[in-house]
C-alpha cells in the first residue's frame, strides 16, 4: 500500500470518527426527501435535487443517483471501486464533441450523521442541472465529464478508484464541487504552483470577469488548502490542473479565510462558532433549509460560462 494511500485512508477514518462524535445527540425533526418521481416529471431546479438526496443512506444516495441517470438516458459508465479501504461506485457521463476533456466532479456521499444537503448534494444538484442543460445544447468542441464519486469523505476513494482504473487523456482540468449552496461570490482552491499557470484558470478567469465577477473581489483564486481537501486532489497528484470550487458569502471574508487557514483556533472549533458555510458543515444542521437556490444557480453559469469558453477555444 502507498504512503499517500494509507495517509488519505487515516484521513478518512478520522473525519468519519469526528462526525459520529459530533453528530450523536441529533435532536432535530426529521427530514422527508422528494420522491424520486419528483425529478423525471418535472424540470427541476438544482435545490430540488438537494431536497431529494437530504437525510438518505449513502447507499440510498449512490443507488438514486445511478439510478436516475440510467432513467434519463445518458450515456452512463459505472465505475465500481474495490480496496481495503471499501467499496463503491462512480458514474460517469460524457457529453459533447471530441475535443479536450473537462472533468466536473461532485460526490454522493456523506458523513455519519450529517444530512449532507451543502456537503455534497449541492454539487450532485448544480451538476445535475447543468448536465441536463449540456445533454439539449452540447459544446461543439469540447469533451465535459460528469464524475459522481462515492466515499469522498473516505479520503477521497472513489476518485482515487477512478484515477487508478482510468485512462485519462488530454484534460484541460477538473474541478471539484464542495460547500456551493451558500454564498454570492466564488473561490477555486488548491491553485497550487505548478498549476497556476494552466490555460484553464486564464479561461475561467476570462469567462467569468465577463459575468461581471471581480477577481479578488467576488471570486478567488487560492492556494493550496492546508486542512479541507475534495476528490480533484486525485487528480492534482498525477500532475493534473484540478482544483476545488466553493461558493461562499463575501460577507464576512476575513473570517473566513482566518478559519479556513487556522482551522484549529479553540474559538472556531465548535460549529456555532465557525463562519457560514462551515457552521453548518459536517454537522446535523447541513440542511436544505440553509441552502440558497441562486448560489447554486450562480455557480451553474459560472461553470456554463467556463464550458462555452474553453469550448469556443477548443
Known sequence: MATGDLSLYL????????????????LLPPLTPLPTHKLLEECPSPFTYVRWLEGRSNTDREMLVGHYLEAKTYPLVRAPYHSFEGEGENFVVDVGGPG????????????????GANDDASGIGILLHLLRRLWEDPPQR???????????????????????????????GVLSLELCGIGDSLAVWDVLPEFAQAPILKTLSSAWESLGYRRDETYHLVERI?????????????????????????????????FIFKPFRPSLLLPR???????????VNDRSEHLDL???????????????ALDHRA
Open 226 to 258: 492546508p486542512v479541507f481537501g475534495s476528490d480533484h486532489r486525485a487528480f492534482a497528484a498525477k500532475g493534473i490542473p484540478a482544483f476545488g470550487l466553493t461558493a461562499l458569502p463575501s460577507a464576512g471574508a476575513d473570517r473566513l479565510r482566518e
Open 142 to 172: 469540447l469533451r465535459v465529464r460528469f464524475l459522481f464519486t462515492g466515499d469522498e469523505e473516505r479520503g477521497y476513494l472513489g476518485a482515487r478508484g477512478y484515477v487508478k482504473m482510468t485512462a485519462l487523456p488530454e484534460i484541460l
Open 294 to 308: 441562486q448560489a447554486m444557480l450562480r455557480v451553474s453559469d459560472a461553470l456554463q460560462a467556463l464550458i462555452d
Open 100 to 115: 479536450p476533456l473537462l472533468i466536473l466532479i461532485a460526490h454522493h456521499d456523506a458523513v455519519p450523521g450529517s444530512p
Open 11 to 26: 484521513r478518512g477514518r478520522f473525519n468519519q470518527a469526528i462526525a459520529r462524535l459530533q453528530n450523536r445527540r441529533a
Open 273 to 283: 462558532k465557525r463562519p457560514v458555510p462551515f457552521d453548518t458543515y459536517h454537522t
